[in-house]
């Protein structure tokens, strides 16, 4: 652990006394010195507000020696988009189980979405939640439904439910495929995601729905990515038509276009 370390070296680099940063975070200074000296371990909160305040992960905080970052990820800190490209922020995910200690999926109903930002690790917001299983899925992965709203993604429907599997390691995304992302300000999103060349600090998530723009997200406004693994719905999806292979070309067209404007836009940046 390089927590009491990492904290002296990140507080120097900006050079800042403890009694200014033990201010900033609304801490007394003998309770940062101790995290410093290593003679005090911080709660869960305080973990979280000082990771924020040094834009690091908690597990880069945690776990690796910042001293042995090269200039390029100091830089990447320095101005606040440090990437969390493998999604190890330090978090727990909450399961509920059966009585035979079976994990059940959580189905989050849309009354409750607005809150899944802040309780999704809530045991008390998860256990009031319905739950149901699905035989033919793995037991060894865990699974959560989601509620989908709007006509972004045909031929999801409005209402409909979509299950995903917790991704673990974001690296593992598959450009081209859907998945729901929740990200701190636009809370549950269900879209196609696209990893882009040259942009390792952001996805971009586009809809089936080509009358909707593509739009990037940075990674680390994500809290979390689950993989689409099927959808429940109230209504059958429409029969494919000419029309919708048209919908499809506009959309693939869409896309290049996007990613066109978006490499000639960091290449600028890079001059």
């Known amino acids: ?34 995290y410093e000296n290593g003679v005090a371990e911080p709660g869960i909160e305080n973990l ?28 990447a800190i320095d101005q606040g988009v440090h990437v969390d490209a493998k999604g190890q922020k330090l978090r727990v995910l909450t399961a509920m189980v059966n009585e035979q200690n079976e994990e059940l999926i959580e189905m989050i109903p849309a009354k409750a979405s607005a809150g899944y930002t802040s309780g999704y690790a809530d045991p008390d917001y998860l256990k009031v939640l319905p739950t149901f299983q699905l035989p033919f899925l793995s037991k060894n992965k865990k699974y959560r439904s989601f509620p989908i709203a709007g006509d972004s993604m045909p031929p999801v429907s409005d209402g409909s439910y979509v299950v995903g599997e ?16 929740v990200t701190k300000d636009d809370g549950i999103v ?27 997200v940075n990674i680390n406004d994500v809290i979390e990515i689950w993989k689409f693994v099927n959808y429940i719905a109230k209504e059958l999806p429409e029969t ?31 001059v």
């Open 1 to 34: 652990m390089f927590f009491a370390s990492n904290l002296k070296l990140l507080r120097k680099r900006r050079k800042w006394s403890q009694e200014e940063v033990a201010q900033k975070l609304n801490l007394t200074r003998s309770s940062y010195s101790g």
């Open 48 to 75: 979280i507000a000082l990771s924020t305040f040094y834009k690091v992960t908690l597990d880069d905080l945690l776990k690796r020696d910042l001293n042995d970052l090269n200039d390029n990820e100091w830089g």
């Open 166 to 181: 917790f991704l673990q390691n974001w690296e593992q995304i598959k450009s081209g495929t859907p998945y729901i992302v």
């Open 190 to 216: 269900f879209k196609i995601v696209n990893k882009l060349e040259g942009l390792s600090d952001q996805i971009q998530l586009c809809s089936t729905n080509p009358l909707y723009a593509p739009y990037l």
């Open 240 to 270: 494919k038509t000419a029309e919708s292979d048209l919908s499809k070309s506009i959309r693939g067209l869409q896309k290049e276009v996007h990613d066109l404007k978006t490499y000639i836009n960091h290449k600028n940046y890079l």
